[in-house]
């Protein structure tokens, strides 16, 4: 067999430190219960290219991991080369031209903090944690996304090592399909993205929330006022409701309605906090707060009290553009079924911009419903896992698709592009990966599934 030599690191199956390694990936902490050969973690780009050639060599397919916030451990594959990016996590700004350079193991709070620290922003991923590979490749539903566009449209260009072990540039005038592809591709990129390069704004002149508490019993009179308002919502507010069996962390079974806001000016913002200060329904809320101040990585840890660590997950969305008469039923049906916190709904007010880019991302909607199981005993498992599954199949005749950030295609198959999107994307993969050296979704139209098997 050929052997690789490389500056960075080989694990194998038989290898002291091959399994804690390959949990470190993982932060559903659910075990796939797949293998792969190996896991590289490289040191530089040389590393990269000789991997590839060495996969080729001898059979495998390589699939990548930024870090690990992958719900389903997609990056995790039988038998394979698991490139894990965690190393490339380096960064620079260009405050004057309003742009950086980023690699896919940077993390998403720690470039946002150095950018508001000269007075700058990205739409980086709600949970600071997460990696910015993941979230640029699959979209990247961000902070600010509804005003600033989502985080895979300001990316301006990618240096990118391609299946046959070049280091390429891509941008909108040179390798324009694969730039088409990487944005929105998620986990099915036939490459290695080595570093983004961004577009930035300036930082808003205001940032904070305003939060809202109802008691499930209010559950129609929410979700109703929240479908009805939802085209009114201006740019710069996020309406999220949040059902969960301990809303704020501590109290009881509820839905929390939070608005995150940036506005640009004093006018900006008045406009963006009245539809929740003049809701018809903020008399029924046992927990109000005015507009509060906060800086995007203070609400960065408000979001992670419902994502903690060390937890297995099962998770699965849709968009959807259903009535509300049409939601309602599961909606009530969801909140008695509930598992115990942090288990949760998430329903987003989107509302999707006309002036998308062309590129691989193409699914979304008025809506975004989101459902979240969490446990931590193994012996939950069979019954936890189900909970967001069945219920997302139960509701996926509303549904028009879903997003990739929170996919459960290992269990349910779903549309998540466009069926011309798809197409192409296969077309360009064929072309720049005809070996298949590179993984592609699980369970994508051309893949088998079995419905039956969880975790296969």
């Not at 039923?329 to 006309?354: E, F």
């Not at 509701?395 to 779903?414: C, T, V, Y």
Request: proline residues 5%; hydrophobic residues 40%.
């Amino acid at each position: 067999m050929p052997s690789l030599y490389i500056k960075g690191n080989i694990l194998r199956k038989e290898d002291r430190g091959f399994e804690k390694a390959l949990m470190d990936t993982l932060f559903n902490k659910l075990d796939p219960k797949r293998r792969p050969f190996c896991i590289i973690t490289p040191h530089n780009v040389a590393d990269i290219i000789a991997t590839i050639r060495y996969a080729k060599s001898i059979g495998k397919t390589i699939s990548v991991c930024s870090g690990g916030q992958s719900w389903s451990a997609n990056h995790i594959r039988e038998n394979n080369i698991l490139i894990n990016m965690g190393g490339f996590n380096h960064f620079q700004i260009n405050k004057e031209k309003l742009t950086a350079q980023v690699e896919p193991g940077v993390e998403g709070g720690m470039f946002l903090n150095a950018l508001m620290n000269q007075n700058l922003f990205f739409p980086t991923g709600h949970c600071k944690h997460t990696k910015l590979g993941g979230h640029l490749l699959q979209g990247g539903l961000g902070w600010n996304s509804r005003k600033f566009g989502i985080a895979c449209e300001n990316v301006t260009g990618l240096d990118i090592v391609t299946a046959n072990g070049e280091l390429v540039h891509a941008n909108a005038s040179q390798n324009t399909d694969l730039f088409w592809a990487a944005r929105g591709a998620g986990g099915s990129f036939c490459g290695i993205v080595v570093c983004f390069h961004l577009r930035l704004f300036t930082k808003p002149l205001y940032s904070g929330a305003i939060t809202q508490a109802y008691d499930m019993k209010h559950l129609e009179e929410v979700y109703r006022w929240a479908y009805e308002v939802g085209p009114q919502v201006p740019a710069a507010a996020e309406l999220q409701l949040l059902m969960s069996r301990r809303v704020l962390k501590f109290l009881g079974a509820g839905i929390e309605a939070s608005v995150p806001i940036f506005a640009d000016s004093k006018e900006e913002l008045e406009e963006a906090k009245a539809f929740m200060l003049q809701s018809p329904i903020k008399k029924k809320a046992f927990l109000s707060t005015p507009f509060v101040p906060y800086q995007v990585t203070t609400m960065c840890r408000f979001r992670a009290i419902h994502y903690p660590e060390n937890h297995h997950w099962c998770v699965d969305n849709m968009w959807t553009s259903a009535t509300i008469d049409e939601l309602l039923p599961y909606l009530k049906g969801i909140s008695k079924a509930l598992p115990p916190a942090p288990s949760h709904m998430l329903w987003r007010n989107w509302h999707p911009s006309n002036r998308r880019a062309d590129m691989a991302f193409s699914v979304e909607d008025k809506i975004y419903l989101g459902l979240y199981g969490a446990w931590k005993s193994p012996l939950q498992t069979r019954k936890s896992c189900t909970w967001a599954t069945d219920w997302m199949r139960w509701m996926s005749h509303l549904s028009s698709g879903i997003h990739l950030a929170d996919e459960n295609l290992r269990n349910r198959p779903a549309r998540f592009m466009l069926d011309t999107h798809l197409q192409k994307l296969n077309q360009i993969r064929a072309v720049r990966d005809s070996s298949q050296v590179f993984s592609t979704w699980p369970t994508c139209p051309y893949s088998s599934y079995d419905p039956r098997v969880l975790y296969p």
